[in-house]
């Protein structure tokens, strides 16, 4: 986990994610991106709404 400094300078651990687009196929990984727990939401939506299949890790 990544650590930020919040609104008063303390520390936070941000939650990071690993998500990878699979082949229709196959469905071996075609490409991959790590968000930050706020942004997995939007990312589902949009993989949902074209019908596109991901799978979602924990970031290391």
Known sequence: MEECPDAK?????TMRF????L???DGRAVD???VDAA???QIV???AA???RIYIRPAQ
């Open 23 to 25: 082949n229709d196929q």
């Open 32 to 34: 991959c991106t790590v």
């Open 18 to 21: 690993e998500i990878m687009r």
């Open 9 to 13: 300078g303390e520390a936070v651990n």
């Open 45 to 47: 939506q949009q993989a």
């Open 50 to 52: 074209i019908g596109q």
């Open 39 to 41: 942004s997995v939401d």
